[in-house]
């Protein structure tokens, strides 16, 4: 806008007058500044979108992100806990229940044999199974070692497993056969023989 001064008689009035979209522009590069006509901010240069991941799938590989286990689907009674030393703060529970289980879609990209590493609390005295399936077949019991309390959690290499390329679909579950229980905290698959976590590393804290 531009000032217009006027005067009649002894009074003086200023009178404002828009400023053209030329001069306008003009005068907004010269500040520096990027025209938005909408009003809007701007946004920051790289921000990162707000689409998330398929919740629930997991890559695999040697970099390969841990998966919370309780983004996966829960099924036959399985349900979440709230727990301070897992790593999202909830662990799958209530594995004692014949048929509870939690499922997951894995990109087992070129395909491969991997080691499935599990993160899990087991508050018996004794060792612990689980069943484990990959596309609907049973490939292993899990035995998982006491961890000495329910509220301390250990990574632990479990089953070396073949994926197929592309989609795999993985549960772990509550078998009839099998002796449970454990809370389930996070799971990922590495190339076999990579290099992780000592096996049985035991942790109590919220995160790594």
């Known amino acids: ?29 010269a500040c ?14 790289g921000a990162a979108s707000a689409a998330g991941t398929d919740v629930g799938t997991l890559a695999v590989g040697a970099s390969a992100e841990w998966i919370e286990a309780e983004t996966g689907r ?7 806990t709230e727990a301070a030393a897992a790593s999202g ?56 070692p006491s961890t000495g309390d329910w509220g301390a959690f250990a990574e632990q290499s479990v089953a070396r497993v073949k994926l197929e390329p592309g989609a795999n679909v993985v549960s772990i579950q509550r078998d009839a056969e099998d002796d449970p229980s454990a809370d389930i905290d996070r799971l990922r698959f590495v190339p076999a023989g990579a290099a992780t976590a000592p096996a049985n590393a035991t942790s109590a804290e919220g995160s790594d």
Not at 74 to 80: H, P, V
Not at 100 to 115: M, Q, S
Request: charged letters at 10%; hydrophobic letters at 45%.
């Open 1 to 29: 806008m531009v000032r217009e001064q006027n005067v009649v008689g002894s009074l003086r009035y200023a009178r404002l007058r828009p400023v053209p979209a030329a001069l306008a522009a003009l005068l907004l590069a």
């Open 32 to 45: 520096g500044g990027a025209s938005d006509p909408q009003g809007t901010a701007a946004a920051p240069a």
């Open 74 to 80: 829960l099924s036959g009674g399985a349900k979440l």
């Open 89 to 144: 703060n909830q662990s799958v529970t209530a594995f004692h229940i014949a048929g509870a289980g939690a499922e997951f879609t894995v990109d087992g990209g070129t395909g491969g044999t991997f080691d499935l590493q599990l993160r899990y609390a087991n508050g018996n005295a004794t060792a612990k199974n689980l069943s484990l399936y990959i596309n609907g077949a049973r490939v292993s019991q899990l035995s998982l």
